[in-house]
């Protein structure tokens, strides 16, 4: 499967750069918003291995998907 190309340069706006700052306080102050519900392809073999985890760590899938996707924006502004 290809993938799209993301350009790395792309600008954003003075008011996206302002939500993004707030959506990334609340999230280090762990002072969550209401869930939002979306739709996302993973790779079957992805979301397998993502299942079993949660289930040997008796936790939900959603929930393990949700911590990776919080360390990664921790990490990557550092």
């Known amino acids: 499967m290809a993938r799209k190309k993301v350009n790395s340069t792309s600008k954003i706006s ?5 939500q993004f700052l707030e959506s ?19 790779p079957r073999n992805v ?4 299942k079993t985890l949660a289930k040997s760590q008796g936790k939900k899938y ?3 998907l949700n ?3 919080r360390e ?4 990557s502004s550092r």
């Open 14 to 18: 003075p008011t996206e750069a302002a």
């Open 67 to 69: 911590e990776a996707l």
């Open 72 to 75: 990664y924006l921790k990490n």
């Open 24 to 42: 990334f306080r609340l999230m280090l102050a762990d002072q969550d918003q209401a869930t939002q519900m979306i739709s996302l392809r993973i």
């Open 47 to 50: 979301l397998t291995s993502y």
């Open 62 to 64: 959603q929930s393990l």
